[in-house]
Each structure stands twice: as C-alpha cells, then as structure tokens.
C-alpha cells in the first residue's frame, strides 16, 4: 500500500487514514501487509516514538502503530532542505520482519525527498495440489436454464409471508 498524507491534514482526515491503516494492517494474518509513503509527521522522534511537540495526529498515528503491533524502519533522515532540520517524513511499515535494508540515495530532480531502495525478503508459502477448475466442463446450459427463474412471481410469494 502506499500512502501521501498532506502536511496540512486534518484530524478529520487523519482519523479515516488511521481506520485504513487499522484495517490493512489488522488483516495481517491473511497476508503479509507493506506500507509506504510519504506520512509528514515531523513530530514523531522514532528513535523512541514519542511526539516532541503536541500533536493529536502524531500522538494518534504512533498509538494506531502500537495497537497493530506494526514496525516503522526508516532510521534516519529523508527530507532536509537548507537550514530546515532533516524530518523523518518517509515510512516503511509493516507487521513482519521481512524487511532486510533500506538504502537512501540522493534525491531526484528538484525534491528534497531521498529515495528510498527497500529490500525484503517477503515469501509466502505455494499451495501444494491447489484445486484448478477446468472451466471447459462446466454445464453452462443447465446452469441458463436454472436462473430462469420468474422473480416477479416469487417475490410476490415472499411477499405475502410476511
């Protein structure tokens, strides 16, 4: 999944944001979620997820982490622009540890963004004697002449039950 939040969001929209995220990373046990992008929280200090400065949004955003057990990688800075203190803006998050090394390269064109090379070791297990339908043999004929149905007349006998 990859995500843009606004600098300028709101808690309104940071809140529908927290739900997706609750959402993809607590479906966890059907597959192994990667969340990145670009999140501007330049409140949060990761080394030890805390708010430096007080934020609802940043306190809201690392609490959604914490209650979905979730990882946050980049350690270190990926936006600085002249005397601005760099930001860890950029994420990589997820509910596994299948992320072996982030790299940070210099920034493209006109951004003050680094680029981010990201590496994991992501595997998921090959199902073994999967079934396969041989979609040729279906009896699709029969199947037209079961929808045949008169709906009109079986709702009006529906109807008449209540």
């Not at 400065?53 to 955003?61: P, V």
């Not at 994420?91 to 596994?96: F, G, K, M, S």
């Not at 006109?110 to 590496?119: F, P, Y």
């Not at 992501?122 to 199902?127: D, G, R, S």
Request: charged share 25%; with cysteine; glycine share 4%.
């Amino acid at each position: 999944m990859c995500v843009y939040r606004s600098l300028s969001s709101d808690l309104v929209n940071d809140k529908l944001l927290f739900e997706l995220l609750n959402s993809v990373l607590k479906n966890g046990y059907t597959y192994k979620p990667l969340i990145i992008g670009k999140f501007n929280f330049p409140h949060i200090n990761w080394d030890n997820w805390t708010v430096l400065k007080s934020d609802d949004s940043s306190n809201l955003f690392l609490w959604c982490l914490r209650d979905n057990y979730a990882f946050q990688y980049v350690d270190k800075p990926t936006r600085a622009r002249s005397n601005d203190m760099p930001h860890i803006l950029d994420l990589v998050i997820t509910t596994d540890d299948f992320v072996q090394e982030i790299m940070h390269s210099s920034p493209l064109g006109n951004s003050d963004h680094a680029v981010l090379q990201i590496h994991c070791k992501k595997t998921e297990p090959i199902p073994i004697n999967a079934d396969k339908f041989d979609l040729n043999k279906g009896h699709y004929d029969a199947l037209r002449q079961s929808l045949c149905i008169d709906w009109g007349t079986l709702f009006d006998a529906c109807d008449r039950y209540k």
